[in-house]
């Protein structure tokens, strides 16, 4: 399609799996993360990888400008950044809310700041939330903190990028079998509180969602693809769960 597309931490994890797709589609796509996992070596010639600390607004700005002279405007931003964790209320520190913020939260608002310089009419911006967007669970304040503050981003970039013509909508998945949600998961306090991670999430599917099953990271990518298509053009400030029918809405 040729299309710039710029994915944050889109070196691994979901993050790839969107890279990827964008890529398969004919997009010129931008890695922002990091780490460089040499992902856009091996893709090719469309695929570049520029470092930035998402967190820190300065290697946002500095990366996007990169970015701009490389590829002139930016067609579609995905913002995929992030982690997860979980802390019980009488354990958090400020470090662990600093943290979580600054990566889930403050990297959604400043780079779209920093891509909306380059994009024209019929741009898209997406965000990677989760279900924890919408509902609160224990030992999960801060993480849904943030992605709460993501869909309410979501939603007011929408109507004030809407007369611009930029679309701005995300993605909410329920748990996605990613590196960094494993290493979470083990955290004794988290859901799974140390169980087989295996059979947690078997059960989890089996007794949360409507047909059985976790979504894909693949899935999820395809949700991003659809997104920023034409076919979409009626489609912003929405929050979309992509959860095989875990929260129905």
């Not at 959604?108 to 911006?125: E, K, R």
């Not at 079998?177 to 087989?196: N, V, W």
Request: with cysteine; net charge negative.
């Amino acid at each position: 399609m040729n299309r710039t597309v710029i994915v944050t931490g889109g070196s691994k994890g979901l993050g790839a799996a969107i890279t990827k797709n964008f890529y398969a589609a004919g997009d010129h796509v931008a890695i922002v993360s990091r780490n460089d996992s040499g992902l856009a070596d091996e893709l090719g010639e469309r695929a570049r990888f520029f470092h930035a600390d998402v967190s820190k607004p300065s290697d946002i700005k500095k990366a996007f400008t990169e970015i701009i002279n490389w590829r002139s405007s930016i067609d579609i931003l995905v913002n995929n950044a992030g982690f997860s964790g979980w802390q019980p209320l009488e354990k958090i520190e400020e470090d662990f809310w600093d943290k979580m913020m600054d990566t889930n939260l403050k990297s959604v608002l400043f780079a779209s700041q920093s891509a909306l310089a380059a994009m024209n009419s019929g741009s898209s911006i997406i965000n990677i939330s989760s279900l924890a967007g919408k509902r609160g669970s224990a030992n999960n304040a801060v993480y849904c903190a943030s992605k709460f503050g993501v869909n309410g981003i979501t939603q007011s970039l929408a109507k004030e990028l809407g007369p611009r013509g930029v679309r701005v909508n995300a993605v909410c998945p329920v748990y996605l079998l990613t590196p960094g949600l494993e290493d979470a998961l083990q955290e004794k306090d988290s859901p799974a509180r140390g169980a087989d991670l295996t059979q947690y999430l078997s059960e989890f599917a089996k007794t949360q969602t409507a047909l059985g099953v976790l979504p894909t990271e693949q899935q999820v990518a395809d949700t991003c693809l659809f997104l920023a298509s034409k076919e979409a053009g009626a489609i912003t400030g929405q929050c979309l769960n992509v959860d095989c029918g875990v929260l129905p809405q």
